[in-house]
C-alpha cells in the first residue's frame, strides 16, 4: 500500500475548501432541518386551535423571535438603544418582555398567571 497524505475534503463547496460562507450556510440548514423537525407538532397543533388567525400569527411570530421589540430594532439599526422603556432593568428581548420584566410580572400575577 502506497503512504500518502491525508487531505481534508470540504463537501460544502465544489473545490473541496472551506469557506466561511459555506460553513455559515450549512449551520443555517442543519438548524432549520432540526427546527422543522423538532417543532413541527408544535405548529400542527398551533394551526389545527380554534382561534382567530391573529393570535396563531402572533404565537408563530413570538416563537420565531420575530416581534419588534427593542432588540431585534437595535440588531437592525432602527433603534438607539434596546433597553426595555417599561423598568430600565434590561434589555428589551422577547424574553424579557414576556417573563423577565418586573411590569410583566406584576400583570401576570394580577391576571393570575403567577
Known sequence: MDQQEDHIIWCGEPTGEYTVR???????QEGQTQTQSNY????KRLWSLDLPPKIKITN????HNLLPTFCNLHYRRLMGSAMCRRCHNGLESRKHVFTECPVTKEIWDKLGFN
Open 60 to 63: 408563530w411570530r413570538i416563537f
Open 40 to 43: 413541527s407538532h408544535f405548529y
Open 22 to 28: 459555506s460553513g455559515h450556510k450549512l449551520l443555517l
